[in-house]
């Protein structure tokens, strides 16, 4: 009898445990389809170098990241298909396709989603969702196991370089100009 009492709770629990993760889910899922554009200030670790700065995200496809104390003079644009990494200071501006950059999972909501869905869910001090992508890219995206705030993502590559991207948010849902959004043409 107390073996199937402990099988009972155990099962019972698992079974309680599986619906709590999935309700996370949703209630991630159902904040970020009231979302359509956030302002937030960043810090971006990559191969122990930090960053800091804001971005303007604007979904679908549309980011714009200035960098604060970077003598280069750095800005992130995404545009559509097209990302951007503008260094004023020297004038270059370098293009890629952002299909080919893991912003292409977070800057589309419906991908976000999708990503949201598909991932493994876990419970640490915030809500972890892991996802190992096509090009064997692992990203984990973090949110608030408390509001279901956006905290920010990690990208680890197949040669395990790392890319922390945390974020806290500003603003949602303001009104942007769009021009902060426009890419400059490639010089030839």
Known sequence: MFKK???????????????????????????????ENLTFNFEQIINNKKEIGVCFLVFNNKLNCQYYEDNK???????????????????????????????????????????????????NENIDLVYLDKEEQKITIYFNKNNFDLLGWKIEDKLQNNIFFSLKIKNVNKKYNDKIFLIPKAID
């Open 5 to 35: 009492n402990i099988l009972f709770y155990f099962l019972f629990g698992s079974l309680f445990f599986q619906n709590l993760l999935a309700n996370e889910k949703e209630l991630i899922i159902e904040k970020l389809r009231k979302i």
């Open 73 to 123: 003079e750095k800005e992130i644009l995404v545009n559509g298909k097209t990302l951007v990494v503008m260094q004023k200071r020297y004038n270059k501006n370098y293009f890629y396709p952002l299909s080919k950059s893991p912003f292409s999972n977070i800057l589309n909501k419906e991908s976000l989603i999708s990503f949201i869905k598909e991932a493994k869910m876990e419970l």
